[in-house]
């Protein structure tokens, strides 16, 4: 492991990514909540491994992110990735967080606000997940709305998803990225996906069709000196989806079973997709483990084209 050069804050890089930052190759970075919090073990060990592998394939190096005792570790290597699979009671942390859980020596997965932070630090400009958070259905009552979204509006780093989970409030969430100045490209699309789903019902605000076209569109933000990050949804492949319609009669009644159960805050999210394993009989994760390959392999091809076009 490498430390930081900072002699303040407690950071780590693997030796694999350090090498890579050493010598200026892509980097992905990933969070690491759907580590501790998406599936049990030894299941999310796989997954992890098999993102990974994915993202080494297409010629980038990739960075899991997760606080360990205190410890802002940028790349785990094996070792720690199957401890980090095993760990219960792990924190799920955000940018609100963050700092306290480094400052208490905790243990924690990263978010994906928390994520963006630690690669920005890193200096780390693409990042794959498997959904943003955003706004929640009823936000207008609860006024639960995820802390992805400002993150998204601060911080300089290419994040490719699978769209806004699909128990959120897709129309409301884009409306919140607008109002914010994030851009959102759908790739290879003219609709924004929903997670589980390859359409949404929205039309995209912005298309791309190439890793390249991604990484130009990222530089010309750079050049005019444009802050914050860059959404980017790449809808589940194919063969992997549910039908939204699908989709939509397990949501409903996942949210009635969260309010009749007076599930709120953070616990709503992993209560909703536990819910919708069972109804769907496994299928949900199937094609979460499926989205999160897909959008991994795509941050790699992007991470490599952003490098290509900062060499010339």
Known sequence: MTKSSSPFLPIEYSDEVAAAKARGAPIVA???????????????????????????????????IAVIHGVLHVGLDDAKLEALA????????????????????????????????????AGISVFATG?????????????????????????????VCAGAKAILDIPK???VLETRGVPVVTYDSETFPA????????????MLNSPAAIANFQRMRELLGID???????????????????????????LDNAASDEITGKAVTPYLLDNLYHMTEGRSLETNIALVENNARLAAE??????????K
């Open 173 to 175: 969430t884009l409306e």
């Open 131 to 159: 959904g943003i958070g955003g706004v929640h259905r009823g936000a207008e009552q609860s006024f639960d709305i995820s802390a992805d979204l400002d993150e998204l509006a601060r911080t300089g780093v290419i994040v």
């Open 195 to 206: 997670f589980w789903s390859r359409d949404s019902g929205i039309r995209s605000p912005l």
């Open 30 to 64: 990933l969070e690491s909540t759907i580590i501790t919090h998406g599936m049990p073990y030894p299941g999310n060990l796989a997954m992890a491994r098999s993102v990974e592998a994915i993202i080494r394939d297409q010629g980038a190096i990739p960075a899991t």
């Open 86 to 121: 095993r760990t219960e009671g792990a924190m799920k942390l955000s940018r609100a967080d963050l700092a306290f859980a480094l400052a208490e020596r905790r243990t924690g997965a990263t978010t994906v606000a928390a994520t963006m932070i630690a690669a920005a630090r």
């Open 228 to 254: 914050g990050g860059l959404l980017v949804a790449n809808p589940v492949p194919e063969e992997n989806e549910i039908p939204r319609e699908e989709m939509e009669i397990y949501i409903a009644r996942a």
């Open 302 to 311: 992007i991470s490599v084209a952003l490098a290509a076009s900062q060499a």
